[in-house]
């Protein structure tokens, strides 16, 4: 395998793990998953410090006693998955033998 497509796959893997759990962790809140469950929990622990440097951009909205709207999170998820396209036009930049559209 290229080293390109490797590092490519790779930074797909990992965005897609961290989209996955802050869609997750936006499900959960929007919902009024329990906190005190192991399982939403965790998740919420997890994530959290994916969420640390978007706190405060935005407040959350809270939909009734247990449901919560979290704009930070739609942000994150936005931010995170720009990063790693961004991440990959990187690596496509500066990969040698990079696919070139013929004229």
């Not at 490519?8 to 005190?36: E, S």
């Not at 959290?48 to 405060?56: A, C, I, K, N, Q």
């Not at 809270?62 to 994150?76: M, P, Q, Y």
């Amino acid at each position: 395998m290229k080293p390109q497509v490797f590092a490519a796959r790779l930074i797909n893997l990992f965005t897609g793990i961290v989209i996955v759990f802050l869609g997750l962790r936006f499900i959960l809140k929007l919902c009024g998953a329990n906190p005190l469950n192991g399982f939403v929990g965790w998740v919420y622990d997890n994530t959290s410090v994916l969420l640390d440097p978007f706190r405060g951009i935005f407040t959350n909205a809270a939909i009734g006693r247990h449901f919560v709207l979290e704009f930070n999170t739609l942000f994150a998820i936005v931010i995170y998955a720009l990063l790693g396209m961004l991440l990959l036009m990187i690596v496509d930049l500066l990969t040698p033998g990079r696919s070139k559209a013929k004229k």
